[in-house]
C-alpha cells in the first residue's frame, strides 16, 4: 500500500501540463536521437542536461525531460536497424539480424511495429520491476560502511569496464585515466591543490559535465567528420503502417520471456542493455521450434532483443539510484545529472527526497505511454527525419554542445577542455578503448578515495579492514568475477554473423 501511495504522490507531481510536454518533447528528440545512426542514447542525454539547466529547469522538470530522452533513444535505435542494417546504437544491434530481413521482405511496417510494441512491454514493467525491488535494496543499502562501499565502487569499475570493453587491459587503462582526472583540484581533506600545475582554472576539479560532453558529443562530430556523415543521409520509404495483431499476439512470450532476461542484466552492475539484447535473442532462439528461421526474418528475433534492451534500461536505473553506482553508460551520464542537481543517489534518497524518487517513476511510465502512442502511428515522421544529411545534422549538433556548455560554464578555458576530451575521446575510440569508464572515473573517483581515506581512519590504517564483513567480501569476490568472467564468455558466447547490408532494397 506504501508503494502505491507513493506513486500517486508521484503521479501527483510528474502529471501537470508543463512536465507532461516536457515528456513529449524529450521522448520526441529522444527518439530521433536514437533513430539517427551513431547518436545513440548516452550522446543524446549528455547533450541536453545543459540544455536543461539553461532552461532554469527544477529537478523534477530536468529528470522528466532527460529520462524521456532516454527512454526514447532506447526506442528509436530500433528504427535504422530495421530500414537501414545500421544499429541506432549499440544495444539495437541485435534487432537488424531478424528486422532488416523482414524489412527486405516487404514487412517493414510491420517489424516497427513489433519492436515498438515489445520495446514499450519491456520498459514499462522493468519500470514497475524498479518500483517494487528499489526499495528493497535502498533498505540492504543501509548496512553500508566505507569498506563496503569501496569494494561497490571497484565493482562498477570491474564490470563496466568487463563487460564493455573488448580488452580488459583496455578498460583498466581507461579507468585508471579517470580516477587520475578525478584527482585534479584541491584536496578536501587538506586544502593543498593536486595537480593543478599552478593553473587557477583547475583549481575547482574538472567538472563532468564538460567530460561528458566532449567524450561523448564532441568526439562524435569528429567521426562525422572523418566520414561525411554517410550513414546518416540515406534516404527510405515506408509503406502504410498497419497493425498486425496475429504477430503481436505470436510474439507475445518472446516479449515478455526477453523483458525478464533484460532486468536482470540491467540490475547488474556494468551488464547494460546490449548484453540484455543479446542474452533475450540468444535464449529465444535456443527455445524455439524454428530455429533456423532465426536471422531471415522471424518476428520473435525482433521482439525479444527489443524487450530485452528496453527492460535493461529500466533495470540498470535500480543500483544507480539505490546505490549511487551505475548500471551502463548511459545512468552514469544520469548519475551526473542527479550530481548536479545537489540529489545525491543512495539508500537515503528514498527516505529524504521521496518527491524526486516516485515523480521520477511516474515520468518513466508517462513516457513510455506517450512512446507507444508516438512510435506505431507517428513512425513515419521519424523514418523521414532519417534522411536528414550531414550538412544539416553535423553544425546543429556542434551548436548545441557550444551553446550548452558555455551556458552553463561561461567559460571558454571550459570549452577549449571540452574539445580536449573530444580529441581524447576520439582517439580513445580509435583505439578501440572505451570511454564510459573515464566518465565513472570522474564521476565516483572523489567518493571513493573519501570512504578508502575514511575506512583507513577507522581501521588506524589496517588496509585488513576493506575485507573485515562478508557483504565487502562479497562484492570484492563478484568484482574479480565481474573483470576475469568476460575474458572466457567472449569465447562462449559468439555473435551470430549480420545480415548482408542492402539499403536499396528496404520499403514496402
Known amino acids: 500500500m506504501e508503494t502505491l501511495s507513493n506513486l500517486a504522490m508521484g503521479f501527483g507531481l510528474a502529471l501537470t501540463p508543463f512536465t507532461l510536454l516536457l515528456a513529449i518533447i524529450g521522448a520526441f ?16 542525454v549528455a547533450l541536453l542536461i545543459p540544455i536543461s539547466f539553461s532552461m532554469g529547469l ?19 535505435g530500433r528504427i535504422s536497424s530495421i530500414l537501414l542494417n545500421i544499429p541506432g546504437d549499440e544495444p539495437a544491434m541485435m534487432t537488424t539480424l531478424d528486422g532488416y530481413p523482414m524489412a527486405r521482405q516487404g514487412m517493414a511496417g510491420e517489424a516497427l511495429v513489433v519492436s515498438g510494441v515489445a520495446s514499450f512491454v519491456g520498459a514499462f514493467l522493468a519500470t514497475i520491476g524498479l518500483m517494487i525491488f528499489a526499495p528493497y535494496l535502498a ?45 585534479v583540484g ?6 593543498m591543490p593536486r595537480f593543478t600545475f599552478g593553473d587557477l582554472h583547475l583549481q575547482d576539479g574538472i567538472d563532468f559535465l564538460v567530460a561528458i560532453v566532449g567524450l561523448f558529443a564532441v568526439a562524435e562530430i569528429f567521426f562525422f ?3 561525411h556523415g554517410k550513414d546518416s543521409a540515406i534516404g527510405v520509404k515506408l509503406g502504410k503502417i498497419l497493425v498486425p495483431w496475429k504477430m503481436l499476439k505470436r510474439t507475445s512470450g518472446a516479449m515478455l520471456r526477453g523483458t525478464g532476461i533484460g532486468f536482470i542484466a540491467g540490475v547488474l552492475p556494468g ?18 521450434r524454428d530455429k533456423d528461421t532465426f536471422g531471415k526474418g ?15 534500461a529500466g533495470g540498470a536505473l535500480v543500483p544507480m539510484l539505490t546505490l549511487g553506482v551505475p548500471g551502463s553508460g548511459t545512468t552514469a551520464v544520469l548519475l551526473a545529472l542527479l550530481l548536479t542537481l545537489n540529489i545525491t543517489p543512495g539508500p537515503l534518497l528514498f527516505t529524504e527526497r521521496p518527491e524526486v524518487i516516485w515523480s521520477l517513476i511516474a515520468s518513466l511510465l508517462i513516457a513510455n505511454i506517450v512512446l507507444l502512442l508516438m512510435n506505431v502511428p507517428m513512425v513515419k515522421v521519424f523514418v523521414h527525419i532519417l534522411s536528414v544529411p550531414a550538412w544539416v545534422l553535423l553544425p546543429g549538433v556542434t551548436m548545441i554542445a557550444f551553446v550548452g556548455i558555455y551556458s552553463l560554464t561561461g567559460s571558454s578555458f571550459d570549452m577549449l577542455m571540452m574539445v580536449g576530451f573530444g580529441v581524447l575521446g576520439y582517439v580513445m575510440r580509435k583505439l578501440d578503448i572505451p570511454t564510459v569508464p573515464v566518465i565513472l572515473g570522474i564521476l565516483l573517483g572523489n567518493a571513493m578515495e573519501d570512504n578508502l581515506r575514511r575506512a583507513m581512519v577507522l581501521s588506524n590504517g589496517d588496509w585488513t579492514y576493506l575485507f573485515s564483513t562478508p557483504i565487502a567480501i562479497g562484492l570484492w569476490i563478484a568484482a574479480i568475477l565481474g573483470f576475469i568472467a568476460p575474458i572466457f564468455l567472449r569465447r562462449l558466447l559468439k555473435k551470430p554473423p549480420m545480415p548482408e547490408s542492402d539499403p536499396t532494397m528496404v520499403g514496402d
Not at 571497484?154 to 573488448?166: E, K, P, R, W
Not at 584541491?186 to 586544502?191: A, E, P, Q, V
Request: with cysteine.
Open 186 to 191: 584541491l584536496d578536501k581533506t587538506t586544502g
Open 29 to 44: 528528440v529522444g527518439t530521433i536521437i536514437g533513430a539517427l545512426p551513431g547518436l545513440g542514447p548516452s550522446n543524446g
Open 58 to 76: 527544477d529537478a523534477i522538470s530536468a529528470l522528466v525531460l532527460l529520462t524521456s530522452v532516454y527512454y526514447g533513444a532506447m526506442y528509436g
Open 225 to 227: 567528420i572523418e566520414t
Open 271 to 288: 551488464a547494460g542493455a546490449s548484453l540484455g539484447s543479446f542474452l533475450a535473442y540468444m535464449s529465444e532462439k535456443s527455445i524455439a
Open 298 to 312: 522471424n518476428p520473435k528475433g525482433v521482439a525479444a532483443p527489443e524487450a530485452g534492451n528496453n527492460s535493461a
Open 139 to 183: 533498505g540492504v543499502a543501509y548496512k553500508f560502511g566505507p569498506a563496503e562501499y569501496f569494494a561497490l565502487y571497484m565493482l562498477a569499475f570491474c564490470t563496466l569496464g568487463g563487460m564493455g570493453s573488448n580488452n580488459q587491459a583496455k578498460a583498466a587503462l581507461s579507468a585508471s585515466i579517470g580516477l587520475a582526472l578525478a584527482m
